[in-house]
């Protein structure tokens, strides 16, 4: 399929800009940021491996997404953008995209669990826990904020009103991928189809 094959190359090309990012941060010799890079890398073959090494078919724009909003949180930390006002957008928006892909990763797995028979749950039940799925790792990102600025000598949060704000857009984030998904899988359940 052209269309699959197009969203494959930039996911690949996304992985591509983290490793350039990775190489960018060791040139300066921020070594924090590399560090973050290299475990953005890792992350974002995640799914490709999970896809290659389990029945669980894994969806093209879970793989492009998740490259995606990686990409864009290494190039905040490796440009300096999440310092920059004129930035002052970039913080907002890969919580918001970040959330929304923790969220649909939670989704393929108890979509894939419920058609698989391992796990049933209610189209409510099932958009209250993709929620708290993409809000409890926004809350654990704050965490590791925190400790980061307090261990290693990082300036990840600014202030209390900018930590507000980031949890605040993982909740938009969280409630718009809760929101798709069930509706998605309400339509899928009323059609019988079980395939993601």
Do not use: C
């Amino acid at each position: 399929m052209p269309f699959q094959r197009d969203h494959l190359r930039l996911s690949t090309a996304s992985r591509i800009g983290i490793v350039l990012l990775f190489f960018v941060t060791i040139f300066q010799q921020n070594y924090v940021v590399s560090v973050g890079a290299f475990i953005s890398i890792i992350l974002s073959l995640l799914p490709g491996i999970v896809g290659k090494n389990s029945k669980a078919h894994l969806p093209w724009s879970l793989d492009f997404l998740v490259s995606f909003a990686l990409l864009l949180n290494t190039m905040g930390n490796a440009l300096n953008f999440y310092h920059d006002p004129s930035w002052w957008w970039w913080d907002e928006l890969t919580h918001a995209l970040g959330s929304f892909a923790v969220g649909m990763i939670a989704f393929h797995l108890v979509f894939t669990l419920n058609f698989l028979g391992k796990v049933t749950m209610s189209v409510p039940m099932m958009g209250f826990f993709l929620f708290l799925s993409a809000m409890g790792i926004g809350g654990l990102w704050e965490i590791f904020e925190y400790y980061s600025d307090f261990f290693l000598g990082t300036h990840m949060q600014i202030s209390l009103p900018e930590t507000m704000r980031d949890l605040q857009f993982d909740v938009l984030g969280a409630f718009a991928i809760s929101g798709i998904a069930m509706r998605y899988f309400f339509v899928k359940r009323q059609e019988g189809v079980g395939d993601l």
